[in-house]
């Protein structure tokens, strides 16, 4: 069993930077590959981007490609993602996940979720 836990979400202006943390639970967190995906009201969770167990491989949705970040840190069982210049179009909540497998970009590929943080970015 995985639990994940969220943080770093809050308004921010358009252009601005966030830094979400995600902390996990349990012993194997390095055999996880970790996923971020964001949902706004209405709309489908969507794939945002994915780190492999390792931390060697990483992809991005063309989205946020060249503005986001994922990084992990297995000693601390912690992944992040650095958000830069961000849009209003950003506005979401972001759900980190973990995939007892290599890392993809369905939902259904990712084994166990968090409750989300809610970034919110305004023009």
């Known amino acids: 069993q995985v639990q994940l836990v969220e943080s770093g979400g809050g308004l921010v202006q358009a252009g601005g930077s966030l830094r979400l943390s995600c902390v996990t639970s349990?012993?194997?967190?390095?055999?996880?590959?970790m996923g971020w995906f964001r949902q706004a009201p209405g709309k489908e969770r969507e794939f945002v981007a994915a780190i492999s167990w390792s931390g060697g491989e990483t992809i991005y949705a063309d989205s946020v490609k060249g503005r986001f970040t994922v990084s992990r840190d297995n000693a601390d069982k912690t992944v992040y993602l650095q958000m830069n210049d961000l849009k209003p179009e950003d506005t979401a909540a972001y759900h980190c996940?973990?995939?007892?497998?290599?890392?993809?970009?369905?939902?259904?590929?990712?084994?166990?979720w968090g409750q989300g943080t809610q970034v919110t970015v305004s023009s």
């Open positions: 996940a973990a995939a007892y497998r290599d890392m993809g970009t369905k939902t259904w590929e990712y084994d166990y």
């Open positions: 349990g012993r194997t967190f390095s055999s996880y590959a």
